[in-house]
């Protein structure tokens, strides 16, 4: 076959549609009318409520922004094989650091808010020197570090304290709208962008892709491997210090607590984006799209009458995520495993 | 000889993909004998042997053990028909001992069955014995060398008590010492009525071992001899199958003066390299020949510095250079195209243009801003000039075939206009049109003065290609021939047989 | 000697955790909190004996907390309406078994990876019992706990039990053709292939082991009490696996042993009483246990490099 | 449809699996049948401030009449609440009080004081005011138990000086792991009398592991529990006493007051509130107050089921 330049085929587009980020996006829509028709109502008195409409909306924005959050600093961490456990528990570390920064230190927020990235980063930095210093498993780092940074939240305000009374000018990042949307969502948009932008549009996310698929090959190819993976985990660090300020300025104050679980929803939303665990494959608007995914189930679901009487919201859409994340990922070898029975019953061409 | 052969194959065809590995070969093996199977490079002799112990089904042919027809094979039922092989590449259990290795390739056992340790030692440490190799049973494959992985190898062969015992390139990495014990060993099998399949590029070793000799080309047999019914040359003749000079297009201008690289003593002692000294001009192919093992592709190693060099010295138009990562000798202006292109050659689930612009990233992407646009401009000029069979800039390396694959991880190279080129085996395993496509290639960029090393297997290829030829063995360059040198002086001085030729 | 130098560290580690306790907190030995203490280990023991095995074939399973707590709760229910011991106990390992078969089948049958489908039935599990069940509490019947035998027997019995248990099947392990096969399959599945081993069988077989295993732990674990919290699995994969790998089993497959394992799990329970008995105020325990799984692996990463120099 | 044309009440526990709010749920939902209300009853499956906050902007869209709330988390919860008193919402907070501003009422079942208080002077009288006691808790971040600590603590050091509080433990809200947590408390300190145990769960974990130790009499145990979890050690002798308010009755008192908030009938300033069958309560302030808590033994426990 000669090359033609100008000419797109018109394949292309099937597979365009058809791509992964595509069929997630078909998902998301349906989702979303389905809990528009059947989670808006007008109630008692006389006012419309529930999913249809623009505050649930904004809150839905507002709740998936530190699990969002997560999953953007994961993403670059999967596309290069790895895996980050230890997020979850570093926004917890970082938000009882920032508190105690600025509580115990007498910083101003600012500074205290600096200085808790800076922190974020170096903790990000710990994960990254293990792994690539001495070339151990991440899954297995970032095992470890999820215990320490968790019990360092602990030690730290011997489990107990607690960071409130922020002034309300901090607190407006997490609670008030800024230009119409909720401030954080600029916040995490921010982000997103830098994050998409690095991925896809620099030669970093290109190495990252590299190191994924075959970080022998990227040696090869003369790409500073280890220098890129440790930029990816003190990214996460920093990414994660991030949701960690959010975080305290939704709620209003900084616990050790902060966060427990959130790695695992953020790795479900990364995956279901069709980010491939393997390495190599995935992309940020393919994790936002899956962010969003789980975010519309499962505030769309509390909005169910029928789900309402049942009393269960949470326990359904924990479910639904979960079958959602087993069907993609069946969908995702379906191909593969067609095309395996196809290829044993035909010999060959020529 | 006897009428009915132990093994029998007859017209088998094997393909790849689009590959055809076997186009119809025929094959014999009495019990009793050592047959060896020679040939260049992708001649086909490995898939042959794949064929026969079961890892692959041919696409047509028949195989027939002892006068029956056999349909199916797979590794098991060609273990329970006594069919043993010691393959290339070891297909050991790194993490587990040389006892267990030998166990879990040799005992047809059910799940449910006890293991009898003690046994296993003592069986293991028989066959090493017998093998005169000083390997520990209990020692884990892992620690092992290459050499002593490739003897466990060959004790797993002989621990199978097969009537039929398949030998490939056996002596790859093995130690004089340890080929002794290795012949030893052949010899009681052959007279133990056991049939072997010998392959080997060293012909010394078949005309010490073997009884006939069988040449593939292509793919094909081309013949069977009974090894006191022909010489060294004739054999030569035989693998490479056309006049060396013709096929290579002529050196259209001579290199120049002014030295690129310069060599002096360099070694690295992990690699078993050493006192490697040489130079090359601009404009220079400069050949490395020699027998696989003998070290080249752990020289290019040194020289990308994917495994820096602790002695000697290596200067590049007269600067000094320390190489300590790939990266740094990027920056020199150094290009490795290495021989294993799928691990290491392209990305194969990356897209043609990406994996031309990996090695440029810096100067490419100067504000690290990928320019889609330009990228692709980029990768349509090098897919025309190298003529790259493929669908487009974004179809994925792993879909091209093997030779455009070679062409791309070329390109790449190129692409980042180096003043030294180390090609390492660039045309092994690629077929015949795009392996001269390939061989114009690399003649234009000597002619536009870059300084080439060309590492081969192939003779005629080292022979025809070369201005110079460097000949290395045992990780230490042995002579340095003129381009154009008989086949036979460079196999001897491979060999180490003679020292005339030296430079 | 050099090949159990990991599990050798491992042991003198945990012997010297107890010389410590033996020094400053002699009251640590005393017989029966022991026993209490290795009661209470006795499930987790058994869940990490499955564990070590699936990390050996080179997978890795996140679910078995929830499976855990669904063979809990399920094995309560059955109980309480009054079924016999006798059926109880092998309903829930065959629930186990059959939990581990669905992942079995994801990860061996459609090659996905064992990590992403084992979190993914891990939530599924976990929000499905808690949709189900509402978080309430199962009673049984007494004759349940113990084993209807008196309490100091049943310890005894259920101690005894599982250290026989985890013996069998170490030995097993290295004694049984089946063993190796796991070993095989997880250094190298391609050449456990040629050497006419079926690999993605020997997987599926292993989760569908490690979920009866589970079935049987929250057996043990519901002889301990008269009641089932349908939490009582949370956590406990992340709990095994760090045992398992303290206890050197290498998460890249083909390396590591359930003698091993028993020790990470041993050294790793230690910590949170050993803190009790030295007054060790309770908020340093996390850190204390991240920081040992962080020693492991870093003491196994300079060993590799030092071999490989 | 008449279904809409209801009242809606929204009930928030800390945790839903937990067995002392599934009991409050079961008062709240007789008096919603009473009342012919809709009970909304949603709330993270483990403790968590955030998921708190999120069903509480949920039910602000989904435009609830009433939100009552126990709070994991003082400050954490109340900007969500704030929200939702200006959508017009009435907000009223059980069990565990928000921000006085951010809610009208708090339906008291017992001051943290008097539990704190109740407690203490309890394990003084189970000890004769001398010698070590241990105490396990939730978890060390839930600020109720936080709280209630810090009051044993000071009763502790003003009338109890023979007393010594030797370790606190967290169990997680899991029985298991309190069991596993007072079996080595009981090794580490031979001379402990008495464990408390201010959660749930803790109370037969800490029980089982007394019994198991055959350490029954010798230590004793009590703490915050539901009477139906611990009578079978109750009984058994392990357990001394529970000390708990009526749960169902503390859901039921809720809603009766989420009610007439909603209806206007209850407003600030009020002395006095009748909830149905339960009769008239006290008003202190903003709070309503529950009575003092009970003190569950061997004697009264089986007249109690929740
Ligand atoms: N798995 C495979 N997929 C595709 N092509 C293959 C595969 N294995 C071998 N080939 C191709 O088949 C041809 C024959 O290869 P084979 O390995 O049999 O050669 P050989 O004679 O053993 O060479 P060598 O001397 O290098 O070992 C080559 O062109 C090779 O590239
Ligand atoms: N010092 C050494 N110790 C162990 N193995 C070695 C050593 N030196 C070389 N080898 C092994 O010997 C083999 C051949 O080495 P090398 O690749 O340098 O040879 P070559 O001349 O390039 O041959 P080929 O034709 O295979 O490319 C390799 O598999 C390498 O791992
Ligand atoms: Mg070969
Ligand atoms: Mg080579």
Redo the contacts between chains.
Sequence with gaps: MSVSPGTKNPRDWKALLTRHEMLLLYVLIAEWLFFYFAGT?????G?V???G?L??QF?IL??SC?IGLLALALTPVIITAGIDLSIGSLLGLCAILFGKLWHDGGLTIPVAAGLTLALGALAGGINASLITALRLPPLIVTLGTYSLFRGLA?AI????I?Y??FPASF?FVG?ERWLGLPTQAWVFLGVALGVGLLVHRTTFGRAFRTIGFSPEGARYAGLPVARRLALVYVLAGLIAAIAAII?TA????A????G?GYELFAITAVVLGGTSIFGGTGSVHGTLLGVAAIAVLK?GL??LPVV?RM?????MSGLLTGALLLLALTASVLPKILSRFRTRHHAPAL | MSPAPLLALRQLVKNYGGVRALRGVDFDLQAGEVHALLGENGAGKSTLIKVITGAHQPNGGTLTLAGQRVANLTPSTARALGIACIYQQPALFPDLTVAENLALRLEATSASSRIDWPARRARAEQWLARLGAEISPEAEVRSLSMPEQQLVEIACALGAGARIVIMDEPTASLTQKEQRLLFAVVRDLRKNGVGVIYISHRLEEIFALADRVTVLRDGQSVGTHAVGDIDEAGLIRLMVGREVAQIYPAAESTPGHRVALSLRAVGCRASGVHNVSFEVRSGEIFGLGGLVGAGRTELARILFGLTPADSGEITLHGQRLTLRSPQAAVAQGIAYVPEDRRRHGVVLELPIAHNLTMAIHRRFFPTTWLRFGAERALALDFIRDLAVKCAGPDAPGGSLSGGNQQKVSLARWLATKPKLLILDEPTQGVDVGAKSEIHKIIRRLAKEGLAVILISSDLPEVIGMSDRIGVMGGGTLRAILPGGSAPHDVMAAALGTTEKGSV | MKRYFRELSVLGALAAVLVGMAIF?P??F?P???L??L??EAPTLVVACGMACVIITRQIDISVGSMFSVCSVCAGLLAARGWPLLLVLPASVALGALLGAVNGLLVAGLRLPSIVVTLATMVTLR?GL?LV?????VNLPDRIQWFGLS??AG?LVLVGASVVFLVALALAMRHVAAGRFVYAVGTDAEAARLAGIRPQLVTFLVFIFIGALTGLAAMM?LA????V????G??LELKVIAAVVVGGVAISGGRGNLWGAFTGLLLLACV??AL??L?IE??WEKAIQGAIILLAVVADGLRARGLNR | TAA?????VAMLPK?????YF?SCKVGADKAAKELGIQL???G???S????Q???V??W??????VIAVAAE????I??ALRKAQKA?IKVLTFDADAMTDARSFFVNQATPEGIGQGLMDEAARLTNSEGEFAMIVA???A?NQ?EWQQHIEARLKEKYPKMKL?????C?????KA???A??????N?KLKLIMAICS?GV?GAA??V????LTGKVKVMGLGLPN?NK?YVHAGVTDSIILWNTGDLGYLAIYAGVALAKDELKKGAKTFKAGSLGTFSIAGDNILLGKPFIFNKANIDQFDF
């Design positions: 109502t007008t109630n008692r008195r006012v409520v529930g999913f409409t505050d649930r809150d507002r709740h530190e602990e305000t011997h489990g107990a607690t409130t009374d607190l609670q975080y939704r709620l209003g104050q616990k050790a607590d902060a427990t505030n509390a909005c309402m009393n269960a919201a949470e326990e | 907190a009251a640590f005393s029966q909190p022991l209490s203490l009661t209470r929000q808690n069940r509402q978080g309430e509490f309490q100091m310890q674990n301990q009490s008269p009641q919290q349908p939490l009582s949370a956590g949170s009483p009790i008995h007054h309770a908020y | 809409d044309s209801k009242l809606v945790s839903k699996g937990n067995a599934i909304l009853f949603d993270p499956t483990d968590n401030a955030a998921k906050n999120e069903i902007e949920n602000i869209t989904l435009g609830v009449d988390n003082k400050e954490g109340s900007t017009g978890s060390l971040t600020s936080r030797v370790a606190v433990r967290p997680d809200d899991l029985k298991d069991q596993s947590e079996t080595a408390l009981l090794s580490a031979p769960p037969p089982e592991a019994k198991q130790a055959g979890e079978r």
